[in-house]
């Protein structure tokens, strides 16, 4: 018997529909005020504080950025006005790493005031020294586009990276490239399945209930197993992206510079 095949098959389609159905966000957005009310100085101290304990991780203390995208150029791309700000601290930005969170209305509206304060600093673009024309010429040499999407064209095994240069700090574009399994954003994590019949299928774990298992395998087909007709399931540690360790420092510095420079459209 075939222990997972790709679909359709009318039976299996429910059982992975079912279990594809995305958390629904919490509520509707309530209209929040069009002005911070909580801004004065007092404020942004307590935001300065939750900041650092809630959001520092992924934007960096100083709001220089790293897995979160940089707060503190002064261009904010999902809104800069007072109530967008809120509206994506409070329900986080769909398909990211942006989480939203359940702190009261004023913890929010804190936040929203410390890093407009962030963006004021009109901290210096961080800059690549290297050459971005020649980091484009890697790219393509080093096969990145068989994964990777850039305005339109590529693969899509790993993210779009039309924006990766709006979005990311240096230090983690460096990161994602040397060594990518240091940080798989969770949409990226892989699970190798082991079926009856001893075939093993890597694939993107898409979804996963206590009886079957939704993975994407590496040709990009959908497949759903039931986990009683499977003989093991591993969740890897390592990245679908291998590690770039032997590119020479300026051919790294050069293919930076070209994510870098990729700002998108938005
Ligand atoms: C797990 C990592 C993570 C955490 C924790 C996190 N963020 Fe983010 N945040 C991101 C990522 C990634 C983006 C960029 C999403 C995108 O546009 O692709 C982002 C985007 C944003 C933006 C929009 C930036 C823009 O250019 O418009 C703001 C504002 C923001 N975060 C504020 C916060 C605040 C405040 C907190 C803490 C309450 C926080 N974030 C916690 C990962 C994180
Ligand atoms: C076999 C597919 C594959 C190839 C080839 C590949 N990548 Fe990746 N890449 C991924 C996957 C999957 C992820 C997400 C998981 C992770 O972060 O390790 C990723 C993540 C990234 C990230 C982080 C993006 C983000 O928003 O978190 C960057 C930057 C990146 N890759 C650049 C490159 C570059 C540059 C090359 C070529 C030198 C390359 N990749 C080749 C699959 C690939």
Avoid at 95 to 121: C, H, Q
Avoid at 162 to 191: C, F, H, M, Q
Wanted: net charge negative; hydrophobic share 35%.
């Amino acid at each position: 018997m075939l222990a997972g095949f790709v679909l359709p098959s009318a039976w299996w389609l429910t059982a992975c529909a079912l279990a594809a159905q995305a958390p629904r966000e919490a509520g509707s957005p309530a209209e929040p005020a069009e002005k911070n009310p909580f801004a004065s100085e007092a404020d942004i101290t307590i935001g300065r504080q939750l900041f650092l304990s809630r959001c520092g991780a992924c934007h960096g203390r100083d709001g220089e950025g790293g897995r979160g995208a940089a707060l503190n150029t002064g261009q904010f791309r999902h809104g800069s006005a007072d109530r967008e700000m809120f509206l994506t601290i409070r329900y986080g930005i769909p398909n990211t790493e942006m989480p939203g969170t359940f702190l009261p209305d004023i913890e929010v509206w804190r936040l929203v005031a410390y890093v407009k304060r962030l963006g004021s600093a009109k901290a210096v673009e961080e800059r690549a020294p290297g050459d971005p024309e020649a980091g484009r010429a890697i790219y393509s040499s080093q096969g990145c586009a068989a994964c990777h999407r850039i305005d339109g064209t590529g693969g899509d095994m790993g993210p779009d990276l039309s924006s990766a240069g709006a979005r990311s700090a240096l230090s983690y574009l460096r990161e994602s490239v040397v060594n990518p399994s240091a940080y798989i954003p969770v949409a990226y994590r892989t699970v190798t399945v082991t079926t009856a019949s001893g075939a093993r299928i890597r694939g993107l774990h898409l979804n996963e209930d206590d009886y079957s298992i939704e993975i994407r395998d590496l040709s990009g087909n959908l497949r759903c197993f039931l986990k009683s007709d499977l003989r093991e399931i591993e969740y890897d540690k390592d990245s679908l992206m291998p590690p770039y360790r032997t590119l020479s420092e300026t051919d790294l510095e050069n293919l930076l510079a070209y994510l870098k420079s990729l700002k998108g459209t938005r």
